[in-house]
């Protein structure tokens, strides 16, 4: 997937989230994030921007991480970031941003 592509899904999210106040870009991540880190999302409360860095990995799916950015800036905007040590909580995101963006392609399956 081409950066391009990833700026419309970002555009497409945005609305389906209402995060349309929000200035946000993304990038693809630097070579320097730890490899188990597949997306990360930092924000400025104050001015309301974001920068969204995901890892291209064949495993990933680009779309999902950047859903799953995009739900903790919804839930989590409002406050200075932080980057969530709570296994649980990553894994109830991942799982939201699986379900919408599964939901989007017309994929309702469980897996």
Not at 13 to 42: H, K
Request: glycine letters at 4%; a negative charge; proline letters at 3%.
């Amino acid at each position: 997937m081409r950066i391009k592509e990833v700026r419309t899904l970002l555009s497409e999210w945005r609305d389906r989230l209402n995060l349309t106040q929000w200035d946000i870009s993304v990038y693809w991540a630097a070579s320097d994030i730890p490899p188990d880190i597949v997306g990360t999302c930092w924000w400025f409360t104050e001015e309301e921007k974001a920068e969204i860095h995901i890892r291209q990995t064949e495993d990933a799916d680009v779309e999902e991480t950047l859903v799953h950015e995009l739900i903790h800036l919804s839930l989590e905007g409002h406050k200075e970031p932080k980057h969530s040590t709570d296994r649980h909580y990553e894994q109830g995101i991942h799982k939201l941003a699986r379900a919408l963006v599964r939901a989007r392609r017309g994929q309702w399956t469980a897996n």
